[in-house]
């Protein structure tokens, strides 16, 4: 089995910075693209920032500047690092991994969720 485990979450001030980080561990043979969701109160999940395997990102608008994702040498853990963080930042922000398994001469590929980490920024 294949597991996201994240880490980091908690609350904070406006202005204020925090990290988050997410582990991917098990039976892995690669991990692929990899990225941070997050689904404010009474909204849906909206993409936040990507990472592929090449370390090619991609950030959405409203975090563009403050946030910066990264990525292990390994390839396996996967950070957020929060700037600049206001109160409409306030979420539970979820790890996403395209994940390929080996069993035997299969590969398998799995798109996994982490259980979520609550941000919530104080006005």
């Known amino acids: 089995q294949v597991h996201l485990v994240e880490s980091g979450g908690g609350t904070v001030q406006a202005g204020g910075s925090l990290g988050l980080s997410c582990v991917a561990s098990g039976n892995i043979f690669s991990v692929n693209d990899m990225g941070w969701y997050r689904r404010a109160p009474g909204k849906q999940r909206e993409l936040v920032a990507t990472?592929?395997?090449?370390?090619?990102?991609n950030y959405a608008d409203f975090v563009k500047g403050r946030f910066l994702i990264s990525r292990d040498h390994a390839g396996n853990t996967m950070n957020l690092q929060m700037n600049i963080l206001k109160f409409e930042d306030t979420a539970v922000y979820f790890c996403n991994a395209v994940v390929k398994t080996r069993n035997g001469d299969q590969i398998h590929e799995l798109d996994l969720w982490g259980q979520g980490t609550q941000v919530t920024v104080s006005s």
């Open positions: 990472i592929t395997s090449g370390g090619s990102t």
